[in-house]
């Protein structure tokens, strides 16, 4: 059945229309005597059956024609493809929502995301309308799977009713736009799962996005899903929820403690980056921080040109060891939730330093320990190799660890090295007369897949050439010699008697994660930097005690040195994990002296609040995965003791930066990128407009076509039956008016 | 000449109420658009020299040229005859058809006006015999000037009525007139055909020259009637409600096939056949006429 609309109702009158005429004309006779009847009954008798046939077909013809117009005018709607033309089918409207928070985007009254609610709820009230049976699924970006959890459908497949509207407003009600930045890739897959096989239904899918430039530039991916949707014969209809591109946006997209010393009682730095979304420069920016809850102050940035960032710092001093919670936050925007950054800092009463030697007297390692005395707040600790792999405290509990003149660390010590390193600690190796280069190349560099910067040959002796005068040590510009004046005239000083040589085929440039900071004069390096994972590790290929080299007596190079190489190797410690917002937490935690069940909250209140109980990982430990990260802001996981005494870990989630990028598709720049796909492109605002051409196939067109037909058939008819008059009939016996004899 | 023809159009000769009147309109308006007429002269007007054959008569030969050639030659005139002319009109109900200036029978009997004042001009004998369905009235052939009246009241017919067989009209003229002459026949000709054709026969095999002016209205050739119509017969009973359209090509069919038959009935029976409208300008049958005459003297003299 149809579904039409008025105009049909009332047009299909007109089809009686040529009848009545017809009846009227037939009392209409006019009367005229003539002459010629013989050749008039010839006619009626040849042709009567015929004409009257004829006269039935013609004004049946007009009668379509006019049944034709009416119903071109009443744009009658097919329920679906015409091999269910007669068939009460379905429809099934899938919406893809995006609330990734770019969707927030301020557009004056309304933010992008209540333009798409609402394109939504007039979705939902225009599914009511046809007779067939319609089915609605609703699927926001942040519920489609990917890094944030299951697909979990707001509506799926729900059957439309009198009452849907209502529901449909009250769920829209509930949604806000989330603070993650989904990605429209895991909903089309997660689409393709929950459709499965056709099953004759008509299918539209609805993605209404803000079709941001960082998704849709280079659409290769979505546009193979998108292509599936269209050889399975699933409608596609993109619905742009921001008509107006190009708002100025800023974003703070990182807060970090900058690489030094930190500890109770000193003062250092917390850094922070803010770039700039938008297509003009920005001046003046004033950035405002906090700490634990309490204003800092503001750091005002001069100027920010497009496209571009800016990075300051502000100084922060706590007197009390333990967790500090630090924001930055920018002026209001066209985005809020990117204006907002969280760190987390563990300031440590002093930072330890554990400092592992493989000799009993250790005596590069307290060369190193002496020199770090020179600066407060530094607590090293020095102990056997034995202990990386029985460590008494997790490695993680030290800003850097020095590993020096070691024979062999075994397999639990190098992987927990490797492990630490890897999360972004640092290490420092120093080499030694029992130092073996074949177990270093073996264990610790493997081919380069190891820790260790470079495969080591074995010691070997620098020679003394008198006639030379070059200093048996050059040198890089590198943070480990920040402020240090006059540096070359410092490093000239050391003599270098012995080091430990590389492999004669080994050569530097094979590596390009390699950096050589210190080389002798011979080219053979001193001092290798390599990172490795998030963590950075330091190789000096000679000893720190005197032994091998004057380093330690010649002058404050090396106490310089040992200072600053402890900031840069320890740039991540204390600082919080950076989660972004939908990412699981995992902690880590003793059982006992903690219970197993930990309570956690965030800035959600009840939506983050969960008590979780931890899985056994090894033996004494447990692990807890928290997933409730979908707000920016402060966490908080309380461990319980068995004597009700409690410790809080503090964790914080911030937004994905990027997602403030605002450049965004118009809708031909969308059809480029996603040509020859077929597809539907409307703004939000206007979707109203095209509602009722969801319901069914436009059949308007189609009888615009078959009128056309049908009235070049009606003319050629009317022709053929005579119904036009002819020209005058010609007379070739007329030889008068020819003018000459018959 | 064109200008002249404008007066001869039946619009403008339908404002001339009387008959005599008309003719003689049409007549000196034909000649007067004519600078000159080479198809009559005086009887007496030489036309040519022929050679002498056995038959001729001896009192024709040129004797002057015989005493310059040697030769004998006889001298050929244009015209040495009167001619005996008879118009025979239709006057039958099928003839009061028409929604032009003029319906048929005004249209013939207008051209038989005038071509009686033509004959009689040139001192022709001119008669006249008007029919329908048996013959009304007939004037007998003469020359005189004030024939042309007995000739007028002899077509100004009251109450037309059918015409059926057209032989015994044109057997009865036939007897009527019995010397060779001219026999025009102006109608329609809405009669059964083997008559018409037999009756042709007949006066061609009685010597006449016979000439058929075939009068149909435009309507009646064209058939030009849209939307429904009730058609009632002038001649016949039958009714006929249709729309004409629908009929209109079985219709032309069926009379160019009747025109057709008649065209190929008179030409095979030498009779000279013109097919006229009823809107043509009315000099249109003395043109006719004239050819026509001038055909019969080719043919006569050879």
Redesign the interface.
């Known amino acids: 059945m149809l579904p039409l609309v008025h105009p049909f109702y009332w047009g299909m009158w007109f089809m009686a229309a040529p009848l009545l005429i017809h009846l009227i004309n037939m009392l209409r006779h006019q009367h005229v005597e003539w002459a010629a009847m013989e050749f008039l009954l010839v006619s009626q008798k040849k042709h009567r059956t015929w004409v009257i046939l004829k006269q039935l077909l013609l004004l049946l013809l007009r009668m379509a024609a006019i049944a034709l117009v009416v119903l071109a005018l009443a744009q009658p709607l097919l329920p679906d493809r015409w091999g269910n033309f007669l068939g009460a089918q379905s429809t099934h409207h899938i919406v893809i929502l995006d609330d990734s928070f770019s969707m927030s985007e301020n557009l004056g009254t309304l933010t992008a995301f209540d333009q798409a609610k609402n394109a939504i709820q007039r979705l939902g009230e225009s599914v009511i309308r046809p007779r067939e049976p319609q089915t609605f699924t609703l699927l926001r970006l942040s519920r489609c799977g990917g890094r944030y959890g299951g697909t979990r459908p707001d509506f799926q497949k729900e059957p439309v009713d009198a009452e849907f509207a209502q529901r449909m407003s009250n769920t829209l009600e509930s949604i806000q736009v989330s603070q993650t930045a989904a990605e429209p890739l895991p909903a089309f897959e997660a689409i393709q799962q929950l459709l499965g096989e056709n099953t004759g239904e008509r299918r539209i899918v609805y993605l209404l996005s803000d079709f941001r430039s960082r998704q849709w530039d280079k659409p290769d991916d979505l546009k193979n899903r998108l292509e599936q949707f269209d050889e399975n014969h699933i409608e596609i209809r993109l619905i742009d929820c921001v008509e107006e591109l190009g708002r100025p946006n800023l974003a703070i997209t990182s807060l970090e403690p900058e690489e030094g010393i930190r500890a109770a009682g000193v003062q250092w730095r917390m850094q922070f980056t803010v770039q700039n979304y938008g297509l003009s420069a920005v001046r003046n920016v004033p950035v405002y921080w906090s700490a634990d809850g309490k204003p800092g102050g503001s750091v005002i940035i001069d100027a920010i040109p497009p496209g571009r960032w800016a990075k300051k710092v502000f100084d922060v001093n706590f007197a009390v060891a333990g967790e500090h919670l630090i924001t930055a936050n920018l002026n209001a925007d066209a985005v809020d939730a990117d204006n907002k950054r969280y760190a987390v800092i563990d300031l440590p009463v002093t930072t330890p330093v554990l400092l592992v030697d493989g000799h009993r007297t250790a005596g590069n390692s307290k060369r190193i320990s002496d020199a770090l005395t020179a600066r407060k707040g530094i607590q090293p600790e020095i102990v056997s190799i034995d202990y990386l792999s029985v460590p008494k405290r997790p490695l993680s509990d030290f800003a850097m660890i020095c590993v020096s003149n070691f024979a062999k660390i075994d397999r639990m010590g190098v992987e927990a090295l490797e492990k630490h390193v890897a999360a972004g600690g640092g290490v420092l190796f120093v080499t030694g007369p029992l130092t073996r280069g074949d177990l270093v190349t073996q264990d610790l560099y493997r081919n380069g897949s190891g820790l260790f910067p470079v495969p080591l040959a074995g010691p070997e002796s620098l020679v003394v050439d008198p006639l030379d005068n070059t200093p048996d040590v050059q040198s890089e510009d590198h943070d480990v010699f920040h402020n240090m004046d006059h540096r070359v005239d410092y490093l000239s000083m050391i003599f270098v008697k012995e080091y430990f040589a590389t492999p004669a085929a080994w050569n530097a440039k094979s590596d390009p994660s390699l950096r050589v900071i210190m080389r002798l004069r011979n080219g053979a390096p001193l001092l290798v930097e390599k990172n490795f994972g998030h963590g950075r590790v330091l190789a000096l290929l000679s000893t720190t005690s005197g032994t091998w080299n004057n380093w330690p007596s010649s002058g404050p190079s090396f106490v310089a040195f040992v200072l600053n190489m402890v900031p840069y190797l320890s740039h991540r410690f204390g600082a919080s994990d950076t989660l972004l917002v939908g990412e699981p937490k995992t902690l880590n935690f003793s059982d006992p002296p903690f219970e197993q069940a930990v309570h956690f909250t965030g800035p959600g209140g009840d939506a983050s609040a969960a008590t979780i109980n931890g899985e056994v990982s090894t033996k004494g430990r447990r692990t807890i995965t928290y997933t409730k990260t979908e707000t920016a802001g402060f966490y908080k996981a309380l461990l319980t003791q068995p004597s009700h005494k409690t410790e809080t870990r503090n964790f914080v989630v911030n937004v994905d930066p990027g997602e403030g990028d605002l450049r965004a598709l118009a809708g031909s720049d969308l059809a480029s990128r996603l040509a020859p796909l077929k597809y539907e492109f409307e703004y939000a605002s206007k979707f109203n407009t095209k509602l009722d051409e969801t319901q069914g196939r436009n059949l308007g067109d189609l009888f615009l076509q078959i009128l056309v037909m049908v009235l070049i058939l009606e003319q050629w008819f009317a022709w053929s039956c005579g119904y036009h008059v002819a020209t005058r009939m010609t007379d070739p016996w007329n030889v008068i008016a020819k003018g000459g004899p018959a | 000449m064109r200008d002249s023809k404008r007066f001869l159009h039946p619009d403008a000769i339908k404002r001339i109420t009387r008959l005599e009147m008309r003719a003689r309109h049409v007549v000196e308006g034909f000649l007067a658009g004519m600078h000159r007429s080479p198809y009559f002269g005086q009887s007496i007007e030489f036309r040519q020299h022929r050679e002498y054959t056995f038959g001729d008569d001896p009192r024709h030969i040129d004797w002057k040229l015989w005493a310059k050639q040697d030769r004998y030659y006889v001298k050929q005139f244009e015209e040495d005859t009167n001619l005996r002319a008879t118009l025979l009109v239709d006057v039958s ?5 028409g929604r032009g200036a003029m319906n ?1 029978f005004e249209y013939g009997a207008t051209i038989a006006c005038s071509l009686a004042y033509l004959l009689l001009r040139q001192q022709d004998s001119v008669g006249c015999v008007s029919f329908d369905e048996k013959v009304r009235m007939i004037v007998p052939l003469r020359a005189k000037r004030n024939h042309l009246e007995s000739i007028v009241q002899a077509l100004e017919v009251s109450s037309p009525r059918d015409k059926t067989d057209l032989y015994p009209i044109l057997r009865e003229v036939a007897e009527t007139f019995p010397r060779r002459g001219m026999m025009i026949l102006v109608s ?1 000709l ?1 009669s059964p055909r083997d008559g018409l054709f037999r009756g042709l026969k007949l006066l061609r095999s009685r010597g006449h020259d016979v000439m058929v002016f075939h009068l149909l ?2 309507d ?17 009973p ?1 009714i ?4 004409p ?11 160019q096939t ?2 057709e038959e008649v ?1 190929r009935g008179c ?1 095979r029976n030498n009779v ?6 009823t809107s ?1 300008p009315l000099d ?2 003395l ?2 006429f004239l ?2 005459r001038l ?1 019969m003297h080719h043919r006569n003299r050879t």
């Open positions: 109900g099928s003839m009061r058809y048929k329609d809405f209205d435009d009646e050739l064209d058939f030009p009637f849209t939307g429904p119509t009730r058609f009632e017969g002038l001649e016949m039958d006929v409600r249709c729309n359209r629908a009929l209109r090509e079985g219709y032309l069919k069926a009379m009747y025109l065209r030409t000279d056949y013109v097919l006229l409208r043509q249109a049958a043109a006719a050819s026509n055909g």
